[in-house]
């Protein structure tokens, strides 16, 4: 899937993003089609039609060269060139042996549609010039015509007839499909967006604003079951050493190792993120206090038994939490619950780092 992605993944631009992908996909539409077309004319042995076929597959090669302009954050080149392939293959296909009579020149029509939807708003004029100039061939070709190759001409009536036919329902299939596609896209799009703003990009772990609306949540869950909630806050101990130490670069890797650590040692049902800098939250529902800390001790351990790697150095890590839990008969809500964790965490520092700490 990458190649639909290419070019979008950088864009701060929802609707950049989205028109890159659509240009992407449509480069994957004309390349389809040429080679669907390519394939049934290949396969007719009418010559006008080989002929047509060959014409039009060179315009293949084209389409990396669109998804590689979106990779490099040339766009705007990208969304010319795809439209480039599109008409040149269309226009050879009509010129080199299918003509006009069979209504081929309809994909002309389609063309200054697409590019409406295909350009951002920002770029009006250029969509705008490129959509005349499809209607503008399209009305040509209806009002003057090409012949087409001879041999075609021979074909008996039914057989041009349903090649006609074969050619308006491919034109539509490809406005439908394309159309489906970049919507799909689009949503994906947005999902991902959805998911990024939840996320700590350095550890992939939930970040503070999704750990603080999902802690709402559990605690509101809590009230309504009537069960415990444990919240665990984590901090590294001595983490500015490891910066001083060993450079910025190596801290970020050990929070990422940390990151893993979590994600290897908590159980399914819990939820790890990091609240920022060196300093990560655990939500436990359903887990009592004891539970809750001999959880949260287990993570502690393995980090102490198993130094960091930072390329070929070690680096001893501990980490020092605070648990709190939240009891049917607690007033209070998440927030009240994490400062109870925090101070935990100051008399887990107090003591000596390296330990777990529960609130009183
Ligand atoms: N590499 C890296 N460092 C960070 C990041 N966020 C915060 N820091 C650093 O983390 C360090 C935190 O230092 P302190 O708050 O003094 O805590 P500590 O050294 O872990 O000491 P204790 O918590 O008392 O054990 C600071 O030097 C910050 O610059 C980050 O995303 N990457």
Known sequence: MDWLWAGARSQASVTTRRKIMQVNLGAAGVALTILAYFAYYQWSGNPALVRTGWAQLPFVLGVPLVWRLNAQGRDQQARWLVFALAMGGTLAAVLAGIGTALGAHIYFLLFAVLTLAFFPLAQWRSALVLS???????????????????????LPAATQKSISQSLVVGCITVAIALTALSEWAADLNEQRL??????????????????????????????????????????????????????????????????ELMRRELRGY??????????FVVLMPDTDLALAVASIDRLRAALAARPLAW???????????????LSAEDEGDGSDLLRAADLALYAAKRDGRNRVRTAL
């Not at 100039?133 to 009002?143: E, R």
Request: glycine share 10%; charged share 25%; with cysteine.
């Open 311 to 325: 390329i070929d150095e070690q680096v001893d890590m501990t980490v020092s939490a605070g648990v709190a839990c």
């Open 194 to 259: 959805l998911a990024l703003a939840d996320t700590d990009a350095l550890t992939g772990l939930r970040n503070r604003r999704a750990l603080l609306e999902a802690l709402q949540g559990e605690v509101a869950r809590a009230r309504r079951s009537g069960r415990p909630l444990s919240v665990a806050v984590l901090d590294l101990d001595h983490f500015k050493s490891v910066n001083d130490h060993h450079g910025h670069e190596a801290g970020d890797q050990v929070l990422r190792q940390f990151a």
């Open 270 to 279: 819990d939820t790890g993120g990091r609240l920022g800098g060196e300093e």
């Open 132 to 154: 005349l100039c499809n209607a503008l061939i399209f009305l040509a070709f209806d009002q003057w015509g090409w012949p087409a190759h001879a041999s075609l001409q021979a």
